[in-house]
């Protein structure tokens, strides 16, 4: 049987969203956001306008990796940019974690990726948990109802 694990990316904490003051700054005070999230190779891109300095945003987003045998780690990166109206976008703060077998996947555990620089400073929570597969049905999902009346003697 193969070993499959869950990422949920659960949410993104900003701390800050933009630099607001100066000359050089863009108009209002919050900012849009385009941050892809990559996990094992499969990419998702969080998009949101209005972000605001400490704000948080559930996400809820759920990534499925393969793990065997062969495969002795995998890397969670963040990256994107922020959006300006009148001037170039800005990079966002990127950073990676690697999990692997030499920390069990980093399974039954809230992971933190952090990533900051003078004008951004933002984290994203994500949780790692083990799915088991059989015939492609996963038995995580899979609820079942015991009727234990039957078997309780009054």
């Not at 999230?37 to 972000?51: F, H, L």
């Not at 780690?73 to 300006?84: H, L, P, T």
């Not at 790692?128 to 009727?147: G, P």
């Amino acid at each position: 049987m193969e070993k499959r694990i869950k990422v949920t990316i659960d949410s993104i904490q900003v701390r800050k969203s933009e630099s607001y003051d100066g000359w050089f700054s863009e108009p209002g005070n919050s900012a849009e956001w385009s941050l892809n999230i990559t996990v094992d190779s499969q990419q998702y891109n969080w998009r949101a306008d209005n972000v605001r300095d400490n704000s948080d945003h559930p996400v809820g987003r759920e990534f499925y990796v393969d793990v065997n045998n062969n495969k002795t780690q995998f890397v969670v990166r963040c990256s994107g940019i922020e959006i300006d109206d009148s001037s170039a976008n800005d990079p966002l703060p990127a950073n990676e974690l690697t999990l692997g077998q030499s920390n069990d996947w980093g399974i039954g555990s809230t992971q933190t990726l952090s990533a900051a620089n003078d004008d951004f400073n933002y984290k994203v929570f994500f949780t790692v948990t083990k799915v088991y597969q059989f015939n492609d049905i996963e038995l995580s999902r899979i609820r079942t109802r015991l009727d234990l009346t039957e078997f309780i003697q009054p």
